[in-house]
Each structure stands twice: as C-alpha cells, then as structure tokens.
C-alpha cells in the first residue's frame, strides 16, 4: 500500500482569509501542477511564510480545480497540529511530505488521529 503524502505549499499573508474562510488554497501554474493522485497526496499544509513562520494546521483536500492562471485546491476537515512545524526545505514551491512527518495516521478518508 501506498504511504500517504501531504502537500506542503508556502502561504503568504495576503491568502490567509482564502484559507481560512473560504477554505481553498491556490498555486500559481509557473510553480507546476501538483501531482495528488501520482503521489498519493489527500491532505494539504498551509506553511505561513510570516511570523511565526510554519504550520499548525493539516487540512484534508477534497479537490481540485484547473483555472486559466492557477489551481484552486478545495479544503475539508483541519486537524491542528501538536507543534508548530518548520521542516520546510524551500519556500518557493510546493513540497510533498509523508504524513507521519506530521504524527498522523489516516483512520478514514478525510479522518485523522495522532500517531503517539
């Protein structure tokens, strides 16, 4: 089976109502089109690029959508983090981590519990 990915996507702070209230979170196509299927990928990290810098939140993806300029990545459930995570490698493109990186096991689609 298939470890289960998390896309990490560097946000700066003019996004964080699209995140927060309106629970989608876009990439500019110049960065690439993500791959969630190819690298199994069911959840996304926002990675706030102002302080405090990292993330606190794991979101499952529900979808995404092609526009002319970018995609839109439709979010679901959150789960917050135990500590602020900082293992970003660059901030100028998305990453794909494994979820244990984040002390999460996938119990259902969209349903996550700590792996202690």
Same mark, same amino acid.
């Given at each position: 089976?298939?470890?289960?990915?998390?896309?990490?996507?560097?946000?700066?702070?003019?996004?964080?109502?699209?995140?927060?209230?309106?629970?989608?979170?876009?990439? &500019?196509?110049?960065?690439?089109?993500?791959?969630?299927? =190819?690298?199994?990928? +069911?959840?996304?990290?926002? *990675? @706030?690029?102002?302080?405090?810098?990292?993330?606190?939140?794991?979101?499952?993806?529900?979808?995404?959508?092609?526009?002319?300029?970018?995609?839109?990545?439709?979010?679901? &459930?959150?789960?917050?983090?135990?500590?602020?995570?900082? =293992?970003?490698?660059? +901030?100028?493109?998305?990453? *794909? @981590?494994?979820?244990?990186?984040?002390?999460?096991?996938?119990?259902?689609?969209?349903?996550?519990?700590?792996?202690?």
């Amino acid at each position: 089976m298939q470890s289960i990915s998390v896309l990490v996507v560097p946000e700066t702070e003019e996004f964080t109502e699209d995140v927060s209230h309106h629970d989608v979170v876009w990439i &500019n196509k110049s960065l690439g089109k993500p791959n969630l299927k =190819g690298r199994n990928a +069911k959840y996304l990290v926002p *990675y @706030w690029l102002k302080e405090p810098v990292g993330a606190n939140r794991i979101y499952h993806i529900l979808d995404i959508t092609e526009y002319d300029e970018c995609y839109g990545i439709k979010l679901g &459930n959150s789960f917050i983090l135990s500590q602020q995570w900082c =293992g970003m490698a660059q +901030k100028r493109r998305f990453e *794909y @981590w494994d979820l244990t990186e984040f002390q999460f096991v996938e119990i259902c689609p969209g349903l996550l519990t700590p792996n202690r």
